[in-house]
């Protein structure tokens, strides 16, 4: 562990007490009232005002906001206005689904990715290096929402053969994890071509090379596992959009994950519910970021020592 | 003249010219949409839903009967606007929030980097999510929320940028002979990181149209039936399986402006580095 990992997760803490208190402040300032809103408008005057009073809304805003960490921490988010669930029993049936949906996508970007870039490292400027460049830019230009429909009007409408929408089987997860590998398929081929035609101008390569090591030897072990720590780091610092992605992939195909269940809430205005996928989406970007380094300092070795 | 221009063009990078083209077609298109749509892309008729394609109507037309070629073609406008205010507005801010921050140092600077590092840390749509839960959703407030969440590239960048440029000599040179911040920072400092910023910002125009046509496709952003490519395939996607055309020709469209916008910053990146 380096200065600068231990520095890192020394800040995690205290970047999630940032966040969560700028969404906390924000989500508090909204125009109209969570009790009245929990209470159902039939509700009278005093009904509204026990309620206001059982959420502690009477309460000053720090102390508030010190209830709302302490009740968080322990995994209680609060009650969604929308299903009357706790909000952290939503997120938890929901969570799984996102997950799986995340790293299959992740599983086929990287089948693809890496081959693919190696490939078209290995023969810079040939057919299938001209091919797969043309390739990636294309695939991060489709909007991922576009290519599910049409993903779905091949394989449901006309073939019949993929379920249209819905968590059913394993076979509605073909189209949503395809539909949501496109972009970090793009990027990782990218990356991995642009990282490989780095290392390979290297010294030590050359060396190899003279030493008569053959190409596939020369790629696989001496070029692929220094080329791959940008790759680490790319893939990490991508999540982010990723899980954009997902909103929308998981919206078009009705896949119930965390994104869905978002778009719900900010329909309904169900804020306990946008408060606590909003936490759940910035610490996995955190903590994901913080394991992509934490791999990198294991496999590179000018990480660790550096 | 002719024979150096075309030694001009035979130079750039073949990427550069096809994003040109693409999006020189985008803005004739936004100019002239009123010339080449052969119809009003608000009318309805609901004797003439789900046309094929055909001369009267080339891409075919709605559920509504509106014409799909004339509202793609007056989609131009909402995503060029798109792009233009979303890119200004965050250039702007993070530029010089990431520049004053590198130049006056201390406290201000660490304040700064770190509202940065907090908003890079929220995934983007989901910031914009929460904005658009707070504000209501609209096309100018789906705009604000994209440019916040694109401000930490442009301060990042600009920032790591103006603390290279102060260790150069002619930096060192002003400031001993009595230049003040915003002097250095104007003369000196902004004038040199324009280029890569520049480059930044056709890099970025891509995925703010991406962002803003995914926010409107999820009915957050412009109004129901506005011609905007996103808000057109959120209709359009309620008809898979009776008509494939609605949402076929706007996804189209988009894939191709992106498209276009990202062979440009890529063309544009090529041309610095040489």
Same mark, same amino acid.
């Given at each position: ?36 809103? +929990? ?42 206005? %929308? ?19 995340? +790293? ?145 992939? %998981? ?23 946008? %408060? ?31 | ?274």
């Amino acid at each position: 562990m380096n200065a600068r990992l231990i520095n890192r997760v020394l800040m995690l803490p205290v970047v999630m007490v940032v966040v969560s208190f700028a969404v906390f402040v924000a989500v508090r300032h909204l125009p109209g009232d969570p009790a009245r809103m +929990l209470a159902g408008t039939a509700a009278t005057q005093d009904t509204v005002d026990a309620v206001h009073h059982s959420l502690g809304l009477d309460r000053p805003a720090l102390r508030q906001y010190g209830t709302f960490m302490r009740a968080a921490l322990v995994g209680d988010l609060g009650i969604s206005i %929308e299903s009357r669930q706790p909000v952290g029993q939503e997120i938890a049936h929901h969570f799984p689904y996102t997950l799986l949906l995340g +790293l299959s996508a992740y599983a086929l970007a990287l089948c693809f990715g890496i081959p693919g870039g190696l490939a078209a490292a290995m023969f810079e400027d040939g057919i299938w290096d001209r091919i797969f460049m043309g390739m990636t830019i294309v695939l991060a230009s489709v909007p991922n929402f576009w290519f599910a429909l049409l993903l779905m009007e091949l394989f449901s409408v006309r073939l019949g053969v993929l379920p249209l929408m819905g968590a059913h089987s394993w076979s509605s997860l073909l189209m949503p994890s395809l539909t949501l590998a496109l972009m970090p398929m793009a990027l990782i081929g990218r990356m991995t071509r642009a990282s490989m035609l780095a290392v390979m101008s290297r010294d030590y390569i050359r060396t190899a090379r003279a030493k008569g090591v053959g190409l596939m030897r020369l790629c696989l072990r001496h070029a692929l596992p220094n080329a791959l720590p940008p790759v680490v780091t790319v893939i990490g610092m991508n999540l982010g959009s990723v899980i954009g992605g997902a909103v929308v992939t %998981e919206t078009v195909f009705g896949w119930p994950g965390l994104g869905r269940l978002m778009i719900e809430a900010v329909r309904w205005r169900d804020y306990p519910v946008i %408060e606590g996928v909003t936490l759940v989406a910035v610490l996995s970007v955190i903590l994901v970021n913080l394991v992509a380094d934490i791999i990198i300092s294991r496999i590179d070795p000018k990480a660790r020592h550096g | 003249m002719t024979g150096s221009f075309r030694t001009l063009i035979a130079r750039l990078p073949l990427s550069l010219l096809v994003g040109m083209v693409v999006i020189a077609f985008l803005v004739l298109g936004a100019l002239l949409a009123p010339l080449i749509s052969p119809a009003d892309p608000l009318a309805q008729d609901l004797y003439a839903t789900f046309q094929p394609m055909s001369s009267a109507h080339p891409f075919g037309t709605d559920a509504f009967g509106r014409d799909i070629f004339s509202r793609i073609v007056y989609g131009t406008r909402y995503s060029l606007a798109e792009v233009c205010i979303c890119i200004l507005v965050s250039c702007v801010m993070g530029t010089l929030a990431g520049m004053l921050a590198a130049l006056v140092g201390g406290y201000v600077e660490q304040a700064v980097m770190w509202a940065v590092d907090i908003i890079f840390a929220f995934p983007g749509i989901v910031l914009a999510l929460l904005i658009l839960s707070l504000l209501g959703p609209g096309f100018l407030n789906m705009l604000l929320a994209i440019s916040v969440f694109s401000i930490p590239v442009y301060a990042r960048l600009a920032h790591n940028l103006t603390h290279a440029l102060q260790r150069a000599e002619y930096v060192e040179a002003a400031r001993t002979l009595g230049a003040g911040t915003w002097r250095i920072l104007y003369v000196h400092v902004m004038r040199n990181a324009l280029g890569p910023i520049l480059v930044q910002s056709t890099l970025t125009a891509g995925s703010v149209i991406l962002a803003a046509s995914s926010l409107s496709f999820l009915g957050l952003g412009v109004a129901p039936a506005t011609p905007e490519w996103g808000a057109m395939m959120s209709d359009g996607r309620s008809y898979l399986g009776i008509d494939i055309l609605p949402s076929l020709f706007p996804g189209l469209t988009i894939t191709l402006a992106v498209l276009g916008f990202n062979l440009l910053g890529e063309g544009v990146r090529k041309v610095m580095d040489k």
